[in-house]
């Protein structure tokens, strides 16, 4: 499976604020014509012979066609949430720009904190479940007084930055490597893993850490959850 390097958040309006107005095209013909120029000599005789432009010749010339548009540089951004230990932090330096540009007269409206947005929007969801969890827990030890004494059931958990999540985040898409596309080869796969309950899961009778698909994957090893 791929690992997760790590992630990062741009924002949309920055763009038009610290961007620079350049010339830019959805495909850059330089990397077309540097591949033409390696081909040249080394047996395909035929391979730039056509009339056609360097270009013209890979894509279509709507996506080499240059545009001015604002462009943000963004340069070693740092890198969260990576699932591998590594000495140092993970950054990253990439382009951000829109083809087409807006026009000169569109504001980017407002956008809320995700985090304080998903908080705020969840925080009636967790109070309601709260609730009605306490007289499901009262019913079931009635219904089943030798159930674990300690049971709860959780709505969200707690992250590695300690920011409340919904329980409905874990459940992640992965991609994987076409020889574990079939259902038994990842079965067999997912078995091979090591799965442990660490001592204190064990002494409280909960699951105190929750992962991530990729974070069990990337360590091989994780709690039943």
């Given at each position: 499976p791929t690992e997760l390097l790590g992630s990062?958040?741009?924002?949309?309006?920055?763009?038009?604020?610290?961007?620079?107005?350049?010339?830019?095209?959805?495909?850059?013909?330089?990397?077309?014509?540097?591949?033409?120029?390696?081909?040249?000599?080394?047996?395909?005789s035929d391979l730039g012979s056509d009339d056609e432009d360097a270009e013209g010749a890979f894509v279509s010339k709507e996506l080499t066609e240059k545009q001015q548009t604002k462009v943000l540089s963004v340069r070693r951004q740092k890198l969260t949430g990576a699932s591998i230990q590594t000495v140092t932090s993970p950054t990253i330096s990439y382009e951000f720009f829109f083809l087409p540009d807006f026009t000169a007269d569109f504001k980017f409206p407002a956008q809320p904190e995700s985090e304080v947005a998903t908080q705020t929007v969840m925080a009636s969801s967790y109070k309601r479940w709260a609730q009605t969890v306490d007289e499901f827990n009262q019913a079931y030890l009635i219904w089943f007084p030798d159930s674990p004494p300690k049971r709860f059931w959780h709505c969200n958990f707690t992250d590695a930055t300690g920011k409340l999540v919904p329980l409905p985040r874990l459940i992640v898409p992965l991609a994987l490597p076409m020889s574990l596309g079939k259902p038994t080869k990842l079965?067999?796969?997912?078995?091979?893993?090591?799965?442990t309950a660490p001592a204190r899961q064990r002494a409280v009778g909960q699951i105190n850490v929750w992962r991530y698909p990729n974070d069990v994957l990337g360590l091989r090893r994780g709690s039943i959850q």
């Open positions: 990062c958040q741009q924002d949309l309006s920055e763009v038009k604020v610290r961007g620079k107005t350049e010339l830019r095209s959805v495909v850059d013909v330089t990397a077309a014509e540097r591949t033409l120029n390696d081909g040249e000599g080394e047996g395909d079965i067999h796969w997912i078995k091979c893993l090591q799965f």
